[in-house]
């Protein structure tokens, strides 16, 4: 049994040690927001937070995160009120949407770091995460209007 606590709400699974996080959330624990993409943390879509930092997923253990805080996409707000998704949803950032999970968990913990980030900032800090249809200016766009909407504007 793995003790983890997965937005702020303790869960406790029965999978083995080196089963992929990204799996236990998805296919354990029914949190279907965080999506495979490539299985080797290269593309960004499975991207969670892990005591507030930005990880891949797929590539981490579940007994790697035994005790720690986890947050996924379903764990920023209920009712997409946190400023990274009413940015997203402001300048109608996604396309096909498959990647815009890992791509919003990335734009937080960026902003959790930079409060205002400069493009170049934005784009080292996104760097890991594709985009198939290619929305990266709004990428960047939304998260800049996110940085303001944190301050109040």
């Not at 003790?3 to 998805?26: F, S």
């Not at 892990?50 to 995160?65: E, F």
């Not at 980030?117 to 890991?128: F, L, R, S, Y």
């Amino acid at each position: 049994m793995i003790e983890l606590n997965i937005n702020g709400k303790d869960a406790r699974v029965e999978v083995d040690a080196d089963t992929p996080l990204l799996w236990v959330l998805r296919d354990t624990l029914s949190l279907t927001g965080t999506k495979f993409g490539c299985g080797m943390a290269l593309c960004g879509a499975c991207t969670v937070h892990l005591d507030g930092a930005p990880i891949r997923s797929c590539v981490t253990p579940v007994s790697a995160v035994s005790g720690r805080k986890i947050t996924t996409i379903e764990g920023l707000s209920t009712d997409r009120s946190h400023p990274v998704q009413k940015a997203w949803i402001e300048l109608d950032v996604p396309q096909c949407g498959y990647c815009q999970s890992g791509q919003i968990m990335s734009a937080v913990a960026l902003l959790a770091q930079t409060a205002q980030p400069t493009d170049e900032q934005i784009d080292a800090a996104m760097a890991g995460n594709i985009c198939r249809c290619g929305t990266y200016q709004r990428i960047r766009a939304a998260i800049h209007r996110a940085a303001q909407l944190k301050t109040g504007g």
